[in-house]
């Protein structure tokens, strides 16, 4: 069993930065990481990944601007959001995949407004 933590969330103006920071309960080292998103009336999508190896992979949508990283040592996975725009506001959720079960934070809220 994996548990999930976010913060970082808040409200930033459009142009603004975020870190995200998700704090698992345990070792992450192992474990495919990824954090998604869910605006009002849409689907839950993702948005970077970062797999056991290091690799990551991002949606075509934050491509440049966002940027998913981890610390093993203290077993937290972060994203680092620049040049936010409001159509980046959503709830972000971290995720973990071990042994081919995911794993879901309980959200981070994000508003993008001036």
């Known amino acids: 069993q994996v548990q999930l933590v976010e913060s970082g969330g808040g409200l930033v103006q459009p142009g603004g930065s975020l870190r995200l920071s998700c704090a698992a309960s345990?070792?992450?080292?192992?474990?495919?990481m990824g954090w998604y998103r869910q605006a009002p009336g849409e689907q839950r999508e993702l948005v970077a990944t970062?797999?056991?190896?290091?690799?990551?992979n991002y949606a075509d949508s934050v491509k440049g601007r966002f940027t998913i990283s981890r610390d093993t040592a203290k077993n937290t996975v972060y994203l680092q959001m620049n040049s936010l725009k409001p159509e980046d506001a959503a709830v972000y959720y971290c995720?973990?995949?071990?042994?081919?079960?995911?794993?879901w934070g309980q959200g981070t809220q994000v508003t993008v407004s001036s």
């Open positions: 970062i797999a056991r190896g290091g690799s990551t």
């Open positions: 345990g070792s992450i080292f192992r474990l495919n």
């Open positions: 995720n973990a995949v071990q042994w081919g079960s995911d794993y």
